[in-house]
C-alpha cells in the first residue's frame, strides 16, 4: 500500500498548480481509481487468504495480555478489522466486469475499508507477534549492581540511548550503551530514563542479542485517532517559501514586497509559511506532551514557548508589511540591472578559427 500511496501521490503531483489546487479534476479522479483498483488486486492477492487467521491470533494472544486501556482499544480495532475484511471479501466474492462502471463504483465502496487496513493491519501483526518468549531478567542482585554502574554512566553522560518501546505488560524499554573505561557495552533499562526509578534488566553483546531476548514491543500509540495515512484530505492551498522569496528579489515597488510579506502572514485555510510553521511547532509540542515524560513535557514547554515568539514575530511581520505598503515607493532608477553576458556567435558560414599547434613535449630518459 505504500508503493500505491506513492504512485498515486506522484500522480496527482503533475495535476495540481504550484500552490496545491487540483487543476485537472479528471486526471485526479483517474489517478485514484487506478489506486482503488491496485488496492484491491493487492489485497486480494496478499493478504484476504490470511486476514481471518491474522485476526483470531491477534485475538488469542490479546486474551493473554493483562487488562489495560490499550487492551480495549485494539479489541475495537481489531472488531473493526474484520468487519472491513467481511465487506471487502464481499465485494471480492462478486466482482463486476472488469473495466465497467460497476467494477469502479465496488473498488470506490471498498476504499475506505482498504485503506483501514493499510493503516491499522500492523497493529494485529503486532499482537500476534507477541507470542515471543523473553529470557529471564537479571537476577536481584546483579541486577542492582548493572543499575548503580548505570545510573553513574548517565550521572557523567555516558549513558548513550539507543531505541524505547513499551512492553505488554506496560513498562517502557529502553536499549543504551553504557560506556566505561573507552568500552560500551549494550543494555537495557525497565521504566523511564528521564525518572529516577529505572532499573537495568539485561546486559547483552549486541543490540540484535538484546531484541531477542528481550519483551517484543506492542504497537506504538497515534498522537491523532482519526488521522489516516493512505485516506488524507485534499490539501490545503499553499504558496512555497521560495516563490515568495523570488517575488521579493524580483519586485520593483514596495507594495509588492508588502504583498509577499501579508501573504506569508496570512491565516486561515491558505495560510502563509509563517503560520504553517507556528502550526507545525503548536503540533510538534502536543507530540512532546502525549510522550508522557518529564524530558517530553519540558520539549512540549520549550516548543510552546517558540510558538509564542513565532506568533509574536508574525504580527511584527504584518505591521511592517502595513509600514511598507504606506510608503508607496518605488524602487530608484539607477539600480539598472545588469544585462546578460551572452558572446555572440559565429555566423552560419564561418569557418571556426584552427586550434593552436600542439608542442612536442621532449622525452626524459633515465
Known amino acids: ?19 496545491g489546487r487540483t487543476v485537472h479534476p479528471d486526471a485526479a479522479a483517474a489517478a485514484r481509481t487506478r489506486r482503488n483498483q491496485a ?14 487467521q491474522l485476526l483470531n ?55 475506505p475499508h482498504l485503506a483501514a487496513w493499510a ?13 515471543h518468549q523473553p529470557k529471564p531478567e537479571l537476577p536481584d542482585e546483579e541486577r542492582q549492581m548493572w543499575t548503580e554502574r548505570s545510573h553513574a554512566a548517565r550521572a ?20 543504551a550503551y553504557l560506556v566505561e573505561d573507552e568500552t560500551s557495552t549494550v543494555i537495557a533499562l525497565a521504566g523511564a530514563p528521564d525518572t529516577p526509578g529505572w532499573e537495568v534488566i539485561g546486559h547483552y553483546e549486541h543490540e540484535y542479542a538484546a531484541g ?42 514596495a507594495g509588492d514586497v508588502s504583498e509577499v510579506l501579508f501573504s506569508a502572514t496570512q491565516q486561515g485555510h491558505d495560510a502563509g509559511p509563517m503560520v504553517r510553521l507556528q502550526e507545525l511547532l503548536q503540533t510538534a509540542g502536543v507530540f512532546a506532551n502525549a510522550l508522557e515524560s518529564v524530558q517530553g513535557r519540558q520539549i512540549a514547554a520549550r516548543l510552546d514557548a517558540l510558538g509564542r515568539q513565532l ?17 508607496v515607493a518605488v524602487l530608484p532608477p539607477h539600480r539598472v540591472p545588469t544585462p546578460p553576458r551572452i558572446r555572440p556567435r559565429p555566423a552560419v558560414d564561418t569557418t571556426p578559427p584552427a586550434p ?7 622525452v626524459r630518459r633515465t
Not at 356 to 362: L, N
Request: glycine residues 4%; hydrophobic residues 40%.
Open 156 to 175: 557523567r553522560g555516558e549513558l548513550d540511548l539507543i531505541e524505547s518501546w513499551y512492553a505488554a505488560d506496560g513498562r517502557q524499554i529502553t536499549l
Open 356 to 362: 593552436p599547434p600542439r608542442t612536442a613535449v621532449p
Open 212 to 253: 531477542q531476548a528481550l519483551p517484543r514491543p506492542v504497537p506504538p500509540g497515534v498522537l491523532r485517532p482519526d488521522i489516516s495515512r493512505f485516506d488524507r484530505p485534499e490539501p490545503a492551498p499553499e504558496r512555497p517559501l521560495q516563490e515568495l522569496l523570488r517575488d521579493v528579489v524580483e519586485a520593483r515597488a
Open 57 to 111: 491470533l491477534a485475538r488469542r494472544v490479546l486474551d493473554e495480555l493483562p487488562p489495560a486501556r490499550h487492551t480495549v482499544a485494539w479489541r475495537d480495532l481489531l472488531g473493526a478489522l474484520a468487519t472491513s475484511h467481511a465487506e471487502i471479501a464481499r465485494v471480492l466474492d462478486r466482482p463486476a466486469a472488469s473495466g465497467s462502471a460497476a467494477e469502479r463504483d465496488q473498488h470506490s465502496v471498498v476504499w
Open 119 to 131: 493503516d491499522y493491519g500492523s497493529i494485529a501483526t503486532h499482537l500476534a507477534d507477541l507470542n
Open 1 to 19: 500500500m505504500a508503493v500505491i500511496d506513492r504512485e498515486m501521490e506522484t500522480a496527482l503531483g503533475t495535476v495540481r498548480d504550484r500552490y
Open 311 to 327: 506568533d509574536f514575530l508574525t504580527s511584527e511581520v504584518r505591521s511592517t508589511a502595513e509600514d511598507l505598503e504606506a510608503t
Open 39 to 52: 488496492a484491491a488486486e493487492a489485497y486480494a492477492a496478499l493478504l484476504a487468504p490470511h486476514a481471518d
